[in-house]
């Protein structure tokens, strides 16, 4: 979980509890309720109330407690309500393929991901992902109708259906959308690129067809590596020679330069040992650099036959 740290507030009182399908939440525990990690509490939910697993405890982030104070904790969860929130988990299955049902009945063009049924059985919620927008009013009364209870469809992005549904990423560890994460954060090419990886979209991309979140994670760090380091193709001097940037080392913090001072020999130092100009422009896609990142592979402008493929 992400450390809570930046919040003025001294009394630990805020809990982050987890629901279905990693959906979580953050709650008051203005009564004073003896919490801990992984306990079942119920919680305020839309007009009643639901149980979810306590995962963080602590003074919590201000953002966070913009939602805890308008919602808290109501209590602990005994084994009977454990056991009635497995029947419910079974009964969901039932309510996603009564609701399959009705959606190819009226022709609807969405593919429902799953279905969540609040604690205390005043609402269902279905989850489903559509191209554009879905005129779900008739299929809303039909479910209501059948199940008595209020009924609500949400329709989400490709990037929640993984967070909802889970999996295995490339590294061959859970989802990080489906176990830690809170929110999702914006992820952009450039960030592959200053950690000058591969640009393949099969490897840079997770289950669900976006780039994946973890680039972000060391972001910063290649950040201010690179701001350490000539640029590729920059005009450096070594040992009072001149020389030419070929290759970066990013993890290492090393540079391979060409000498031009002799037969074009290159050689390989700590970036501390060059002296160059900060203010030098970026070179032209003629200069052909490569660059090496954490992966240790090599990529450049003259590579070919490169082929997909999980790492």
Request: proline share 4%; hydrophobic share 40%.
């Amino acid at each position: 979980m992400p450390e809570a740290n930046d919040s003025p507030r001294a009394v630990p009182q805020l809990a982050v509890v987890q629901f279905k399908g990693s959906r979580k939440s953050y709650y008051h525990n203005r009564a004073g309720i003896p919490l801990a990690l992984g306990v079942h509490c119920f919680v305020e939910a839309d007009r009643g109330c639901d149980l979810g697993q306590v995962v963080h405890l602590g003074p919590g982030h201000e953002r966070w407690w913009r939602v805890a104070d308008q919602q808290g904790i109501l209590g602990l969860a005994s084994s009977e309500d454990l056991a009635r929130l497995a029947e419910i988990r079974e009964q969901e299955r039932e309510h996603l393929a009564a609701c399959e049902e009705r959606v190819l009945a009226r022709g609807l063009e969405m593919e429902l991901v799953g279905a969540e049924r609040q604690f205390d059985g005043r609402k269902i919620t279905f989850y489903f992902i559509a191209e554009g927008r879905v005129d779900f009013r008739q299929l809303v009364r039909d479910l209501a109708s059948v199940f008595r209870t209020r009924i609500e469809l949400r329709q989400i992005g490709v990037r929640d259906e993984a967070k909802l549904v889970g999996g295995v990423g490339i590294c061959g560890r859970e989802l990080c959308c489906s176990t830690f994460m809170h929110d999702f954060v914006s992820v952009s090419l450039r960030m592959a690129k200053d950690q000058q990886l591969p640009l393949n979209p099969v490897k840079l991309s997770g289950l669900c067809g976006r780039l994946r979140c973890c680039l972000t994670y060391e972001h910063d760090d290649y950040r201010a590596i690179l701001g350490r380091l000539p640029r590729l193709g920059a005009q450096v001097t070594w040992e009072n020679r001149p020389a030419k940037v070929r290759k970066l080392d990013l993890v290492r913090e090393e540079v391979a330069i060409t000498l031009q001072d002799g037969d074009g020999e290159q050689v390989t130092v700590a970036a501390a040992a060059l002296q160059w100009s900060r203010e030098e422009p970026a070179p032209g896609p003629a200069d052909d650099p490569v660059a090496v990142g954490a992966s240790g592979r090599r990529r450049g402008g003259r590579r070919r036959g490169s082929r997909g493929g999980a790492a």
